[in-house]
């Protein structure tokens, strides 16, 4: 279906809550820090008077029409903008997160009031959306009044102490709106298996917050010298940067030791689901690693969740059939050699005529990136995410409506 044959205005009882869980800001407080900054990141102005958000060092070293970032508008900050966004494309509920970088390139010193600032703001950014507001929505009725909730932030810096992330994360808990955290994956500054973490890790999970884990950083050094925009960072570095850092997560134990760790991974996860068999076949193959898990690497796929941010419908269809089938992997049959266990177990194959991995899986739209192209209203990138959900084969009006907001209801704790 091309985008314009989108319809944003189909009567509210005959379609899905549509809830958006990849929505990202840039509070003004937030465009404060960046404005003043001269590194990377930061925000500068162009000889055009556009304020422009320079993310990555392609944009900044690079040639041509992306060296100097991405222009950054009140898209990014103004409420009734994300609205907007939201009435044009149906949807009911964002649950928006502060954008990359967070608080990454932050002392302590300047991490623990700015978290603890921009925690207050988000939860003010959506309680005090109310029926004045909701009365500007003249194009569509969503299905609910309660439109906006969020994700908080920690000041997770190199050198901060653990009793002060513990001090946020209290606070975060306390804010009625915010359901969950955003991170990055650097962690503390030497990833998500860091044993520094274990702590945070272990009070997230008694919680019972969702981290949302969002890359940034990419894969260094991995695409050359020629000038080829955004496409490799955002399209191949921040997936494979997921991949790998959760790779990594699972392999340190983590979530044998917090089964109830909720983590929701961006852009569909990467390549983790593709690659997870592969996986499983080089941990049971190194002796430093095979006895190190309880469970098959397969297995540690079906305790995550994932955006629906894929924009396709097969590599959609995938994530499904691979979560779908983790639990078959529960526990180890280390007395069969890897091989035969795989071709004497025909149970470990993802069910026939059933797809549970479906309730893992969270529409998303990565707005305020990706704009409409040039002469387009929409956003072809919302429109690709919700025609890879319509059109996985075998999902019928249940699955799309638990991937579209049934699942994101129940994960967030969600009261409409």
């Known amino acids: 279906m091309s985008p314009s044959n989108h319809k944003n205005s189909m009567p509210a009882p005959t379609r899905p809550l549509l809830i958006d869980v990849?929505?990202?800001?840039y509070l003004p407080s937030y465009m404060d820090l960046m404005r003043k900054r001269t590194r990377i990141p930061r925000v500068h102005t162009d000889d055009k008077g556009q304020e422009r958000v320079i993310l990555l060092k392609e944009e900044e070293?690079?040639?041509?029409?992306?060296?100097k970032g991405r222009p950054v508008g009140p898209q990014y900050w103004d409420r009734k903008e994300k609205i907007a966004f939201m009435d044009l494309h149906g949807i009911d509920v964002s649950v928006v997160s502060l954008a990359n970088p967070w608080l990454d390139f932050l002392t302590p010193e300047e991490a623990i009031p700015?978290?603890?600032?921009?925690?207050?703001d988000i939860e003010e950014y959506c309680a005090t959306y109310g029926p004045a507001d909701a009365a500007q929505s003249t194009s569509f009725v969503a299905k609910t009044a309660k439109r906006l909730f969020a994700f908080g932030s920690l000041p997770l810096v190199p050198g901060i102490d653990a009793a002060s992330i513990l001090a946020a994360l209290k606070q975060i808990k306390s804010l009625p709106h915010i359901r969950g955290i955003v991170m990055g994956t650097k962690g503390l500054g030497k990833g998500l298996d860091d044993e520094a973490l274990e702590p945070i890790?272990?009070?997230?999970?008694?919680?019972?917050?969702t981290v949302f884990i969002h890359p940034h950083y990419g894969v260094e050094g991995a695409f050359g010298e020629k000038d080829?925009?955004?496409?490799?960072?955002?399209?191949?570095?921040?997936?494979f940067e997921t991949t790998i850092a959760i790779a990594r997560l699972i392999l340190f134990g983590t979530f044998d030791r917090h089964p109830n760790l909720r983590?929701?991974?961006?852009?569909?996860?990467?390549?983790?689901?593709?690659?997870s068999s592969r996986l499983s076949s080089c941990v049971a193959h190194d002796p430093t690693v095979k006895d190190r898990l309880q469970h098959d690497f397969r297995y540690y796929l079906g305790l995550l969740w994932y955006d629906a941010v894929a924009y396709g419908t097969e590599e959609l269809a995938l994530v499904e059939r691979v979560v779908s089938r983790a639990e078959r992997f529960e526990g180890k049959d280390e007395h069969l050699?890897?091989?035969?266990?795989?071709?004497?177990?025909?149970?470990?194959?993802?069910?026939?005529?059933?797809?549970?991995?479906?309730?893992?899986?969270?529409?998303?739209?990565?707005?305020?990136?990706?704009?409409?192209?040039?002469?387009?209203?929409?956003?072809?990138?919302?429109d690709e995410n919700l025609d890879a959900i319509t059109g996985v084969p075998g999902w019928g009006d249940?699955?799309?409506?638990?991937?579209?907001?049934?699942?994101?209801?129940e994960l967030f704790g969600l009261e409409l």
């Open 22 to 25: 990849h929505t990202h800001v």
């Open 61 to 67: 070293a690079g040639g041509g029409d992306h060296s």
């Open 114 to 120: 700015a978290a603890r600032d921009l925690n207050n």
């Open 201 to 209: 890790w272990a009070a997230i999970a008694e919680a019972g917050l």
């Open 228 to 239: 080829n925009g955004h496409v490799l960072p955002l399209a191949l570095g921040f997936p």
């Open 263 to 275: 983590l929701l991974l961006a852009h569909s996860a990467g390549a983790l689901p593709a690659l």
């Open 337 to 382: 050699p890897f091989v035969d266990r795989v071709r004497e177990r025909r149970d470990i194959l993802a069910p026939v005529d059933s797809y549970p991995g479906c309730e893992r899986i969270l529409f998303g739209t990565d707005h305020p990136f990706f704009p409409p192209l040039d002469g387009e209203t929409r956003w072809r990138s919302v």
């Open 398 to 409: 249940e699955e799309k409506a638990k991937v579209c907001g049934g699942n994101a209801v």
